[in-house]
């Protein structure tokens, strides 16, 4: 690595990182459509020494290193929520968009590391591949999400990437500077669940005239919670929410149609399958008992979040011996969803959690929160681990023993 360790060379670039994230939270875009966030990118890219390509709307790739020897990609998502900013932060967005999750970070600490990557090309005994993704929100109609999209345009081919590897900002449960992951399943899958369900109109004095379709969506909810009370072990994560129930405009008039949309979050591949078919099921007959119908439909899924074991305790090694951090297995998976499963179910990927600030450390709203702040004091740590998992891997491919780090169990 030279004279500088990972952390210190990344720290002399926390200007250039903060000012990247900077620029990038006050213009947030949604989805697949980032022309600025893109344009932003593709510039920073090329001043740094980089041919930027965009594989898909929104979607850039870029590479480090030499593209005949191993490949080890990294991934950052640009796109922001369609939520209106309430942080009271002085580069707070004003377009109605908001980077809540953390993506403007993510993508300002993977510039960071293009920049660590280029002072050290010749050094590399491989290429690293940088992948900037639009859609991981999946707020966009397609029904393929950011990471599929590029999945689907070639992402892991040419150079055929070997390993992946993402790093995603934490607040509130997550200590700053600490570093999270854990072996198999990380995140939970993630399928919107579309309802239709079906009646006949009528007057509100006159029911028996109608099939109040109301009436057939309480039942309906009532039954998928039961569903998970009585048909899900209860030492399995599995989530089934609705957090959108719509039917009617008046207090006298049964109308035709309701309208239900919720999310079925799992973490097992085999619960997955098994409770969109009894979603299903229990939603079509409670309305055919009734005398309605219910359509069923599962939008933009993805599944879970694989962090394979071996490379996940490779990269551990890393982080460790490099003194970037001291990693922490959690005991479960995260609830919510990310689409680098994608990726993690076509090559060995490992996904790890930044900290950036804990309840008690002043960062008391969580990710997707309106008000949420993230603190900048540890982007540069994300810089710099993730220059260190790549550079390391590479290193590793080129020969040497391979370092054994140990991680510990969470409190």
């Given at each position: 690595m030279g004279e500088l360790g990972y952390i210190e060379e990344a720290e002399a670039l926390r200007d250039d990182i903060v000012a990247d994230r900077r620029w990038l939270h006050r213009h947030p875009e949604t989805g697949f459509d980032l022309p600025e966030t893109t344009a932003y990118v593709a510039s920073r890219l090329r001043e740094i020494g980089c041919e930027p390509c965009e594989i898909i709307p929104g979607g850039i790739v870029a590479h480090v290193g030499n593209v005949e020897g191993p490949c080890f990609m990294l991934r950052a998502d640009m796109d922001a929520l369609p939520l209106r900013e309430e942080a009271d932060v002085p580069f707070a967005s004003a377009n109605g968009n908001m980077h809540a999750c953390g993506h403007d970070a993510h993508t300002a600490m993977l510039l960071g590391v293009a920049r660590i990557l280029k002072n050290h090309e010749a050094e590399l005994k491989g290429c690293v591949k940088l992948m900037f993704q639009p859609d991981e929100e999946g707020t966009a109609p397609d029904e393929v999400t950011g990471s599929g999209a590029m999945l689907a345009a070639g992402v892991l081919e040419n150079p055929p990437v070997e390993a992946a590897a993402a790093i995603h900002l934490m607040t509130v449960d997550y200590a700053r500077g600490r570093v999270y992951t854990r072996f198999g399943a990380a995140f939970s899958s993630v399928d919107d669940v579309d309802i239709e369900i079906v009646g006949k109109g009528c007057h509100g004095s006159q029911p028996q005239h109608g099939i109040d379709p109301i009436n057939i969506a309480a039942h309906v909810f009532l039954a998928l919670e039961n569903l998970i009370a009585r048909e899900v072990d209860p030492t399995e994560q599995c989530v089934l929410t609705f957090g959108s129930i719509h039917g009617g405009s008046a207090a006298n008039i049964i109308p035709d149609s309701v309208h239900m949309l919720g999310t079925l979050r799992t973490v097992s591949e085999k619960t997955r399958d098994r409770m969109k078919k009894r979603t299903a099921a229990i939603a079509e007959r409670i309305a055919e008992g009734f005398g309605g119908t219910a359509k069923v439909r599962f939008l933009r899924g993805v599944p879970s979040v694989y962090n394979d074991p071996a490379l996940t305790e490779e990269l551990v090694g890393y982080i460790e011996?490099?003194?970037?951090?001291?990693?922490?297995?959690?005991?479960?998976?995260?609830?919510?969803?990310?689409?680098?499963?994608?990726?993690s179910q076509a090559v060995p990927t490992s996904y790890f959690v930044l900290g950036a600030g804990s309840a008690e450390e002043g960062c008391a709203y969580p990710v997707h929160s309106p008000h949420v702040v993230f603190d900048e004091s540890v982007f540069p740590q994300g810089s710099a681990l993730a220059a260190a998992i790549a550079m390391r891997w590479l290193e590793n491919r080129g020969g040497g023993e391979r370092p054994r780090g140990r991680a510990r169990l969470a409190d």
């Open positions: 011996g490099e003194a970037i951090a001291e990693v922490e297995l959690l005991e479960k998976p995260l609830p919510g969803s990310d689409d680098m499963s994608v990726i």
